[in-house]
Nanobody, 116 residues
């Protein structure tokens, strides 16, 4: 059974930092592009960042460019999202998935709350 388990969320003040992790099990994702998504209350899920299979190429939505960094460790089957200079509008549940996402891979996500 394939599982993606997100962790590292929490409550942080505006301007603070968090590092999210996404640990995969059940199959290797070393040849798969991966992505982070987020969903704020009352809003649709948003694609935040993507990384290609070897970490050589990354994509970021405009609202997080220069503040978030996506990375991966294929030996650990893990993807990361370093989030700096956090803003209240970054508050959401953050999920990882393949890119493009696979319905069966959605996990529980990790809550990020940024206070002003």
């Amino acid at each position: 059974q394939v599982q993606l388990v997100e962790s590292g969320g929490g409550l942080v003040q505006a301007g603070g930092s968090l590092r999210l992790s996404c640990a995969a099990s059940g199959r290797t994702f070393s040849s798969t592009a991966m992505a982070w998504f987020r969903q704020a209350p009352g809003k649709e899920r948003e694609h935040v960042a993507s990384i290609n299979w070897n970490g050589g190429t990354a994509y970021y939505v405009d609202s997080v460019k220069g503040r978030f960094t996506i990375s991966r460790n294929n030996a650990k089957n893990t993807v990361y999202l370093q989030m700096n200079s956090l803003k209240p509008e970054d508050t959401a549940v953050y999920y990882c998935n393949a890119d493009p996402p696979t319905r069966a891979y959605w996990g529980q996500g990790t809550q990020v709350t940024v206070s002003s």
